[in-house]
């Protein structure tokens, strides 16, 4: 493909990214495909002579497609948000145009010059305490990772590094395989699957704790658990907080964690991934009290701050623990202007892998172009959606609303969790709507987000329409339930022990009075 070919090419891909977005709402949200369907329509061996570009085009229409769940479309209401704005999809194009790999500072010194202004702008608009940037005397310094689940990731083994050498110092007798073979993280049982994850990357136990009423980790439960592990001999060393769980967006409490892990040298990391976008809000802001008590702090601009991903915020104080436990040196990566100037980093030391895109380039884009104050209008926007969709649902008496934060709705029809099971598989397979669904105290929700930047109340109002016609129908089935049992006493009680467990999940009081004579 010469130039020309590419212009033409690129601006062909380009109307067609502008007209998918005009028409998302055409398309239905869930792909109706079934498993293997692609391998049908692509031959199983590359071709052996190029093809030209409008006829691999036109596959895209015809095989691609069908077989995507448009994360963009106003009818998504699952997970959390993806980030996607056109100021950010011009500068990934460019970053990849450009195509450096900026794994230190001579290799593109704009990549990590870039980098290092933006996250310190972003650390400014959250408010942030000023050991987290760059630009204060201290260590501490931003950089971007691939997601949450990196960030998370890298702290664990940073911390790792960390109390390992400083368990060593105050018993130089135990190996290094020894004292980690002892230490042990904690987190929430609400806390992210990529938590969890981290812990078995990183060899290290990773203890998921009962979080409280409300959803949250407090001191008084990690005290306790802390305790427990140290009576056995063995170390605490890293502990996860969420802002913003992904079950219900509960926030742990910073204030009691953090001075309990201040004051035994454990490294305290904060996923705020989702909830930590709405602290370009003042408004919001109290709800990460404590966050000074935290070693290292990351939020997700891919998800709720109009970022396509992949683009994570990490923060750290001291930017030390992660080159000293990364750190890998040779010949061919030395430069002249390496130093331990956090202005100038050599951002290979703070990630896992050793290139990088130039991830700040699509940041630098949407934060320039949109500005602190539409960050902030698109925010106020989305919450204003899941709060009208929470009154939707408020003021039908078949349901009740578990939570309502942010922009995150958690709702469930009223009775056993085998009506609000049956809801949810009716609006699966209607496909209209895109949800998914989470445990708050044994009770079964449905969990409504307002992901879309697309999303209008109108489409609140198409969602909450389709939600209401499929409840309609479980109610349908809640009305003949009793002629069921009735059934069952004159002689075609279910024979089969799971229909049994269903009916006495629909009709327990019923069927324990049968059972028990």
């Given at each position: 493909?010469?130039?020309?070919?590419?212009?033409?090419?690129?601006?062909?891909?380009?109307?067609?990214?502008?007209?998918?977005?005009?028409?998302?709402?055409?398309?239905?949200?869930?792909?109706?495909?079934?498993?293997?369907?692609?391998?049908?329509?692509?031959?199983?061996?590359?071709?052996?002579?190029?093809?030209?570009?409008?006829?691999?085009?036109?596959?895209?229409?015809?095989?691609?497609?069908?077989?995507?769940?448009?994360?963009?479309?106003?009818?998504?209401?699952?997970?959390?948000?993806?980030?996607?704005?056109?100021?950010?999809?011009?500068?990934?194009?460019?970053?990849?145009?450009?195509?450096?790999?900026?794994?230190?500072?001579?290799?593109?010194?704009?990549?990590?010059?870039?980098?290092?202004?933006?996250?310190?702008?972003?650390?400014?608009?959250?408010?942030?305490?000023?050991?987290?940037?760059?630009?204060?005397?201290?260590?501490?310094?931003?950089?971007?990772?691939?997601?949450?689940?990196?960030?998370?990731?890298?702290?664990?083994?940073?911390?790792?590094?960390?109390?390992?050498?400083?368990?060593?110092?105050?018993?130089?007798?135990?190996?290094?395989?020894?004292?980690?073979?002892?230490?042990?993280?904690?987190?929430?049982?609400?806390?992210?699957?990529?938590v969890e994850k981290a812990g078995l990357l990183g060899s290290m136990p990773m203890r998921m704790l009962k979080a409280d009423k409300s959803g949250r980790m407090t001191g008084p439960i990690l005290a306790e658990a802390m305790?427990?592990?140290?009576?056995?001999?063995?170390?605490?060393?890293?502990?996860?907080?969420?802002?913003?769980?992904?079950?219900?967006?509960?926030?742990?409490?910073?204030?009691?964690?953090?001075?309990?892990?201040?004051?035994?040298?454990?490294?305290?990391?904060?996923?705020?991934?989702?909830?930590?976008?709405?602290?370009?809000?003042?408004?919001?802001?109290?709800?990460?009290?404590?966050?000074?008590?935290?070693?290292?702090?990351?939020?997700?601009?891919?998800?709720?701050?109009?970022?396509?991903?992949?683009?994570?915020?990490?923060?750290?104080?001291?930017?030390?623990?992660?080159?000293?436990?990364?750190?890998?040196?040779?010949?061919?990566?030395?430069?002249?202007?390496?130093?331990?100037?956090?202005?100038?980093?050599?951002?290979?030391?703070?990630?896992?892998?050793?290139?990088?895109?130039?991830?700040?380039?699509?940041?630098?884009?949407?934060?320039?172009?949109?500005?602190?104050?539409?960050?902030?209008?698109?925010?106020?926007?989305?919450?204003?959606?899941?709060?009208?969709?929470?009154?939707?649902?408020?003021?039908?008496?078949?349901?009740?609303?578990?939570?309502?934060?942010?922009?995150?709705?958690?709702?469930?029809?009223?009775?056993?969790?085998?009506?609000?099971?049956?809801?949810?598989?009716?609006?699966?397979?209607?496909?209209?709507?895109?949800?998914?669904?989470?445990?708050?105290?044994?009770?079964?929700?449905?969990?409504?987000?307002?992901?879309?930047?697309?999303?209008?109340?109108?489409?609140?109002?198409?969602?909450?329409?389709?939600?209401?016609?499929?409840?309609?129908?479980?109610?349908?089935?809640?009305?003949?339930?009793?002629?069921?049992?009735?059934?069952?006493?004159?002689?075609?009680?279910?024979?089969?022990?799971?229909?049994?467990?269903?009916?006495?999940?629909?009709?327990?009081?019923?069927?324990?009075?049968?059972?028990?004579?």
């Amino acid at each position: 493909m010469d130039s020309e070919s590419f212009r033409e090419f690129g601006k062909t891909v380009i109307d067609y990214i502008a007209d998918y977005m005009d028409n998302i709402r055409d398309r239905p949200v869930l792909s109706t495909v079934k498993p293997g369907y692609l391998y049908e329509l692509v031959p199983s061996e590359a071709p052996v002579k190029g093809e030209d570009w409008k006829t691999v085009f036109a596959d895209v229409e015809n095989i691609i497609m069908p077989g995507i769940t448009h994360w963009s479309s106003p009818q998504f209401h699952a997970f959390f948000p993806t980030g996607n704005s056109y100021p950010a999809l011009i500068g990934d194009m460019l970053c990849s145009g450009i195509g450096p790999i900026g794994f230190s500072w001579i290799t593109s010194p704009a990549c990590t010059e870039l980098e290092v202004q933006v996250m310190n702008w972003f650390g400014k608009i959250l408010d942030l305490p000023k050991e987290f940037l760059n630009e204060s005397e201290g260590p501490g310094g931003g950089v971007l990772q691939g997601s949450a689940s990196e960030a998370t990731f890298v702290c664990l083994l940073a911390a790792k590094d960390r109390t390992t050498k400083r368990i060593k110092a105050l018993d130089p007798s135990m190996t290094d395989g020894e004292i980690k073979a002892k230490l042990v993280a904690y987190t929430s049982d609400q806390s992210n699957s990529s938590v969890e994850k981290a812990g078995l990357l990183g060899s290290m136990p990773m203890r998921m704790l009962k979080a409280d009423k409300s959803g949250r980790m407090t001191g008084p439960i990690l005290a306790e658990a802390m305790a427990e592990d140290i009576a056995q001999g063995l170390i605490p060393c890293y502990v996860v907080a969420t802002l913003g769980t992904t079950g219900t967006c509960a926030f742990d409490c910073l204030e009691e964690l953090g001075p309990i892990c201040n004051e035994n040298d454990i490294w305290l990391h904060v996923d705020a991934a989702y909830a930590g976008a709405a602290f370009v809000l003042p408004e919001y802001r109290y709800l990460m009290a404590g966050v000074q008590f935290a070693d290292s702090f990351d939020v997700n601009l891919h998800k709720w701050l109009l970022v396509n991903f992949d683009c994570s915020a990490l923060w750290v104080k001291n930017a030390t623990y992660l080159v000293d436990a990364f750190n890998v040196d040779r010949v061919y990566l030395n430069h002249s202007f390496q130093s331990q100037d956090p202005q100038v980093p050599d951002y290979r030391h703070w990630q896992i892998p050793l290139g990088r895109r130039f991830r700040s380039l699509k940041m630098w884009f949407v934060l320039r172009m949109y500005g602190v104050e539409g960050l902030q209008a698109h925010i106020k926007k989305q919450v204003h959606l899941a709060d009208l969709f929470g009154k939707f649902v408020s003021q039908d008496p078949r349901f009740e609303v578990v939570t309502v934060t942010m922009g995150l709705v958690c709702f469930r029809l009223k009775g056993d969790n085998v009506w609000t099971k049956n809801l949810y598989e009716r609006l699966m397979a209607s496909g209209q709507i895109y949800l998914v669904t989470a445990t708050v105290r044994s009770r079964l929700v449905i969990r409504f987000v307002v992901c879309s930047r697309l999303t209008e109340e109108v489409d609140v109002q198409f969602a909450w329409d389709e939600i209401r016609a499929q409840a309609d129908r479980v109610d349908s089935e809640r009305d003949v339930a009793p002629t069921s049992i009735c059934n069952g006493i004159t002689g075609s009680w279910p024979k089969e022990k799971a229909d049994c467990e269903e009916l006495t999940a629909a009709t327990p009081i019923v069927v324990k009075s049968l059972t028990q004579g």
